[in-house]
T-cell receptor, first 113, second 113 residues
Framework: NAGVTQTPKFQVLKTGQSMTLQCAQD?????MYWYRQDPGMGLRLIYY???????DKGEVPNGYNVSRLNKREFSLRLESAAPSQTSVYFC????????????FGPGTRLTVT | GENVEQHPSTLSVQEGDSAVIKCTYS??????FPWYKQELGKGPQLIID?????GEKKDQRIAVTLNKTAKHFSLHITETQPEDSAVYFC????????????FGQGTRLTINP
């Protein structure tokens, strides 16, 4: 099993450009999450999907959209990137609809200039 | 909303000594407290967790203790080894719609040989 995979690993965008971060899991998990990690601030939840077909906002959703494409895949879209979105983005998944035992992907390092 | 404070932000110990990292939380309804280890360039990895109906949990050299009255929980690593060097994050569950995790700011642990 590959676990949770994310693409791309690195990305540089100019202000105003758009892009989609991809995430897939092969553990048959029901719930998937997107976090951002900034220095000194831990991980903050952007959006989550408790089950296929549902998505909800987390702590810092502004400037982002998500799509739960199917049970395996959960994408994060930046429609008009801003320098404040420079961060490392992590996708995670868990079996249940709660916060328990989340498994994280390797992350995408995004720089917006 | 829930606030999770983690201390210290950096910790340096001699190989073979013990390391203790502490977290406090504010929401008395929190009932799940995981600890994650993040190595350089990788995603966080769940190393141990505890639920509110238990006061202590051990797994080989690591243990977590929970004091619900005082709203704090701690990670204890005994007989530290160089491979324990990493950033450690605590988290606490909250209920906002669905259950989610709020993370502490992280502790950079360095084991000196």
């Amino acid at each position: 099993n590959a676990g949770v995979t994310q693409t791309p690993k690195f990305q540089v965008l100019k202000t105003g450009q758009s892009m989609t971060l991809q995430c897939a899991q092969d553990m048959n998990h029901n719930s998937m999450y997107w976090y951002r990690q900034d220095p000194g601030m831990g991980l903050r939840l952007i959006y989550y999907s408790a089950s296929e077909g549902t998505t909800d906002k987390g702590e810092v959703p502004n400037g982002y959209n998500v799509s739960r494409l199917n049970k395996r895949e959960f994408s994060l879209r930046l429609e008009s990137a801003a320098p404040s979105q420079t961060s490392v983005y992590f996708c995670a998944s868990s079996v249940t609809g709660g916060p328990y035992e989340q498994y994280f992907g390797p992350g995408t390092r995004l720089t917006v200039t | 909303g829930e606030n999770v404070e983690q201390h210290p932000s950096t910790l340096s110990v001699q190989e073979g000594d013990s390391a203790v990292i502490k977290c406090t939380y504010s929401d008395s309804a929190s009932n799940y407290f995981p600890w994650y280890k993040q190595e350089l360039g990788k995603g966080p990895q769940l190393i141990i967790d505890i639920r509110s109906n238990v006061g202590e949990k051990k797994d080989q050299r690591i243990a977590v203790t929970l004091n619900k009255t005082a709203k704090h929980f701690s990670l204890h690593i005994t007989e530290t080894q160089p491979e324990d060097s990493a950033v450690y994050f605590c988290a606490a569950s909250i209920v906002q719609g669905a259950q989610k995790l709020v993370f502490g700011q992280g502790t950079r642990l360095t084991i000196n040989p």
